[in-house]
Nanobody, 125 residues
C-alpha cells in the first residue's frame, strides 16, 4: 500500500513557474513503487497523462508539456517533483500524483494503482 500526498499548487500568471511535490509513504521508495507519475484533469475533461519517472530515473512526458515540465525524484525524501516552467492557461487543472509497482511506464490512468488527492494549478492569462 502506498499513500501519496501532493502539494505546491497555486495561482500563477502565464509564463510563470511552479513546482509540485508528492510525498509517498513507503519505506522502500527507491525501488517501490517502480513508477511515479503526474496526471492532470481540467473541468469537463478526462484525466490526462503529464509525466512519469521510473525507479532508475527514466522519464516520459506528454507532448504538450515536453520541454516545459521536468519530473524528478528524491529517494532520500520519498518525494517526486514536477517542475513546471512557461506555464500556459491551458495547463490549468487539478494535478494528481500516481504510483504503480509494475514494470513499464504506463500513460493511462487505469495503469496506476495509487493516487493522491490532487492539487489545483491555475494559470491566469
Amino acid at each position: 500500500q502506498v499513500q501519496l500526498v501532493e502539494s505546491g499548487g497555486g495561482l500563477v500568471q502565464a509564463g510563470g513557474s511552479l513546482r509540485l511535490s508528492c510525498v509517498a509513504s513507503t519505506r522502500t521508495f527507491s525501488i517501490y513503487p517502480r513508477v511515479l507519475g503526474w496526471f492532470r484533469q481540467a473541468p469537463g475533461k478526462e484525466r490526462e497523462f503529464v509525466a512519469a519517472i521510473g525507479s532508475a530515473g527514466s522519464t516520459r512526458y506528454a507532448d504538450s508539456v515536453s520541454g516545459r515540465f521536468t519530473i524528478s525524484r528524491d529517494n532520500a525524501k520519498n518525494t517526486v517533483y514536477l517542475r513546471m516552467n512557461s506555464l500556459e492557461p491551458e495547463d490549468t487543472a487539478v494535478y494528481y500524483c500516481a504510483a504503480n509497482a509494475d514494470y513499464g511506464m504506463g500513460t493511462s490512468a487505469s495503469w496506476y494503482a495509487y493516487w493522491g488527492q490532487g492539487t489545483q494549478v491555475t494559470v491566469s492569462s
